[in-house]
Structure formats: C-alpha cells, structure tokens
C-alpha cells in the first residue's frame, strides 16, 4: 500500500524529450501567408462540406474549436473565422524540415505524428550538454531553419517529458527532473492527466471517490482492485514510475488497444461491431506507418477475469477488412460467455504487403486494396474522422445504440 507521495522507484537517470509543434498545420499557412496571423484559422472541411477540423490556431481556439470537431460545430461557434483545407504535401516537407533537426540529437526518436515525437538523448549528455540544451537547440533551430515554433518537454521518463511540453504551450520550454516534481506538479489534477485514462475509466474512478491524482496515491488498493492490470499501471504511474522506451519504428513489435467494458457484455454481435472500430482504428494506426502485419491477435479477459490470447499469423495486411475479418474468425473459437475487455494486437511487422493470391481473388483484392488507398488519401487531407467505410459507419452507429448514446 502507498501511504505517502514518494515513489518507491525513482527513475532518475533517463532523459527523454518531448517534443510537440504548435497548432501546425495552421502555423505553416501563417508561416507562409502571415496576413493569417492573429485570425481564427481552421483547417480541414469548409463549412460547405461534410467533414472535421483537421487543426486550428489558438486564436480559434478560443471559441471552443478543436480537433475532430464537426466542421458545422466549429462554423456555428466561429463563423467568422478563416476556413482551409489541409494542404498534406506542405505540412509533410515541414515535417521532413523538422526530423532532420531531430536526428542531429539521437537515433532513438519514436515519431507520432508529423509533428510531434519523443527524443530519448540519455547517452548526449557529454556531446551536446544535457538534455535541456538540446531542448533549448531544437526550438531556437525549428524557429530559425523551418520559421514554426514548438514546445519542449524535458523529463525522466515517457509520461513526465509529455507532460512538461504541455506545461507551457504554446512554444514554451518546461523540464520535470523527477518523480517527486512529477507529483508536486499533478497531484491535484484530474486522473485524466494520467497517461492511458480515458473517460470511461475517470467514471469508473469517480464511482469511489477517486477524481483526482492525489486520491489515486491515497487509495491504490482500491484503484488495483476495481481495475485489475490498468488499475496497477495506473497507480505506478501516478507515483511517477513510467518505464515505457522511446521506440523508433523500425523497432516497433506491436501496435494494438483494448477496451474494458463498464458492463460485462454477453452480446456477440454488439463485440463484432467493436472489432470493426477497432481494426478500422488500427489499420489507419498503421498505414500512417507505412506497416503491415503478419500477426493478429485477439485478448478477452471474462468477467470472473480469466484472459485469453487467440492468434493467427498469415499474409501481411494493414487493410481494415482483413483485420477484421481475422479477428473476427478468432472471436468465433473462443468460449461464449461474459466478457469484460476485448482488444486486438497486431505485430510481426513488414514494410511490404504479402497475398498469397489465386486467379478468383486477385480481381476483388484489387478493388479493396484501391478502395483502402483512397479512403486513407482522405484522411490524410481532412483528418481521420473525415469518411468512414459503410460497414464501419453501421457498426458505429450500432454500438452507439446499444450503450444509450
């Protein structure tokens, strides 16, 4: 049990950066068109069309506008604002721009985005004076060589060096040397600040009283019980112990998720719907990785909290329909019963696709594989939410239903 706010594993001796661009698709329109400077910028759909903002300024964001937002909602609360589509072959040269200055550091850099990564540079002490000068570096040369600012977050860890570059944006500088500031700085903030807890896991905690970081610290027993694995990863993460690696993805094993439902589900067609969001989440996951997997695997943990794993490795594949389809065959083998958390992992990774393909098939694989293409063309233009398939459009809507929404 945890009785008081000092973790019992400090990690001290790892330096990892953070690294997030300010609002930045629309700071490279103002970079390159500065009469847009100052003026609530919103890229994504116009307000004609159907579609989400992409990204926005923060001059946009003070009417409530973010990410994903429908594209009218954004328009109702700012229609004076200036609306754009995203313009990709830009915002990836400036990109490019960017990670060049990146690999001047380290070669351990785990790329998230276009515009945002973490840089573990524990052995560059020597060469470029401790972590803070080369976050220091970074900025100054993104603002001098690709005229676009950035926040830097200096920490010991995956979660403290995320949440210092979010200390002071935009285009601030911010360093959590240990555990201890970790937890002086958040333990009154939300249990949403902690890395992995969304909104359904905070109504969970809510239910015992547990809202914020210090209640996490104040109750762990409580936290483990009600939410098994995560509730431990939880709780060594409020006490600032984060051992996560900074992983390049050439070094990627796996990508996956998983959801722990609020009620234990016994309705199969209601979890073959949540296999199709998910696979569609991943296949986007992974094609923005230019990946394909060999391997896909299912794990369901029952209500009495028994986990199984079911796997299948074959041709390598980072279409939806596949994922799916996979995961799918594997659910089907499984005992039925209560189920309380269900996700899919995909792993085994290559570069290239791989069929093993007949004189019947190729036609039809042909036309997926075109379809796969333009749907991800889209999102890479409007953002991910942009369109979705007519499966995964029922499946969404269905499950949407069947949890009352």
Not at 88 to 107: G, L, N, P, Q
Not at 239 to 247: A, L, Y
Not at 276 to 285: F, G, H, K, N
Request: with cysteine; proline share 2%.
């Amino acid at each position: 049990m945890v009785d008081s706010m000092k973790t019992k594993e400090p990690e001290k001796s790892r330096k990892i950066i953070h690294i997030d661009m300010d609002a930045f698709y629309a700071a490279v329109e103002v970079r390159d068109n500065p009469a847009l400077m100052g003026k609530p910028l919103i890229i994504g759909a116009l307000p004609s069309e159907r579609g989400v903002v992409a990204t926005c300024s923060y001059e946009a964001r003070t009417f409530g506008i973010r990410s994903a937002m429908s594209i009218k909602e954004a328009y109702r609360r700012c229609p004076d604002g200036i609306y754009m589509h995203p313009n990709m072959k830009k915002y990836v040269e400036a990109s490019a721009k960017i990670h060049e200055i990146w690999d001047k550091y380290t070669d351990k850099i785990e790329h998230l985005s276009l515009d945002e990564g973490y840089l573990d540079v524990t052995g560059a002490d020597y060469m470029f004076g401790g972590a803070a000068a080369i976050g220091h570096e970074i900025r100054e040369r993104t603002k001098a060589e690709v005229g676009l600012t950035c926040s830097v977050g200096i920490g010991y860890s995956m979660m403290s060096a995320k949440l210092a570059s979010e200390e002071k944006k935009p285009d601030g500088f911010f360093e959590i040397k240990d555990a201890d500031a970790l937890q002086r700085l958040i333990s009154d903030r939300s249990v949403r600040t902690i890395y992995g807890v969304g909104i359904k896991t905070a109504e969970e905690l809510a239910k015992i009283g547990v809202t914020t970081v210090r209640d996490i610290l104040k109750a762990p027993d409580r936290v483990a019980s009600l939410l098994g694995n995560h509730g431990h990863q939880i709780v060594g993460l409020a006490q600032g112990i984060d051992k996560r690696e900074v992983t390049p993805y050439s070094e990627v094993k796996s990508i996956g998720t998983e959801q722990t439902f609020q009620k234990d589900i016994t309705d199969f067609n209601y979890l073959a719907d949540f296999l199709l969001l998910t696979a569609e989440r991943l296949s986007c996951d992974v094609q923005q990785k230019s990946l394909y997997a060999r391997t896909i695997t299912i794990k369901v943990t029952y209500a009495d909290m028994k986990s199984i794993t079911r796997s299948k490795s074959g041709d390598a594949t980072n279409s939806t329909r596949e994922i799916y389809a996979t995961a799918i065959e594997l659910l089907k083998k499984i005992e039925k019963r209560a189920i309380r958390l269900i996700g899919i992992t995909l792993s085994n990774f290559t570069e290239t696709p791989a069929r093993q393909m007949s004189l019947f098939q190729d036609a039809a694989n042909a036309r997926h594989d075109k379809l796969d293409g333009a749907l991800m063309e889209i999102r890479n233009k409007f953002g991910r939410g942009a369109i979705k398939s007519a499966s995964v459009y029922e499946a969404e809507k269905r499950v949407k239903e069947s949890e009352g929404e």
